[in-house]
């Protein structure tokens, strides 16, 4: 069984939104303050055994391994699709492979970048719609990974544990 997982950070690398995904956990989302290595462990789901990122490998597990002191690359056998897709000819972040796999959105037009302003906006002027749509942002780029690899799959797409 596998995990999808995505973070959202702050402009200090602080994880603000941590989301992931499992078969039989379901869709799980924490926000800081309440991410801590206790919590994010007693959340994740016994019966993975593989962890699925987009761009992971390079920013997100690094960052809770940073941050939390959790090695998720220790645990769990780790599957980049950003990896997979680049190799395939599917070139670029997320979003644009999502476009060439027609793979809609509702949060078209926020990426990493306006995650950050999201964030600032919900610490420093207490604004819940900017929070709100931070956390809609970060559960479709948690669903959408599962997505991405049934494309994938569908395109008879080996998907294997990948990394760089």
């Known amino acids: 069984m ?5 973070i959202e950070t702050n402009r200090s ?3 603000t939104v941590l989301g992931f995904f499992s078969g039989t956990g379901g869709f799980v989302q924490m926000v800081k303050p309440d991410i801590t290595r206790d919590k994010f462990i007693a959340a994740l789901p016994g019966t993975a055994s593989r962890i699925v990122t987009y761009n992971g490998n390079s920013f997100d597990l690094n960052v809770i391994w940073k941050k939390l002191g959790i090695n998720l690359r220790d645990i769990y056998e780790s599957c980049d699709l950003r990896w997979i897709c680049q190799r395939e000819g599917l070139k670029g972040g997320m979003k644009a492979v999502e ?3 027609n793979i809609s959105r509702t949060t078209m037009g926020v990426d990493g970048r ?3 302003y999201l964030w600032d906006k919900f610490t420093f002027a207490g604004d819940r719609k900017a929070l709100e749509l931070l956390l809609e942002y970060n559960k479709e780029d948690v ?5 991405i690899e049934k494309k994938l799959i569908e395109r008879n797409i080996f998907i294997s544990a990948s990394g760089n």
């Open 2 to 6: 596998s995990i999808y997982l995505d």
């Open 143 to 147: 669903l959408n990974l599962v997505k």
């Open 13 to 15: 690398g602080e994880i």
């Open 99 to 101: 476009s060439i796999l």
């Open 114 to 116: 306006e995650a950050l």
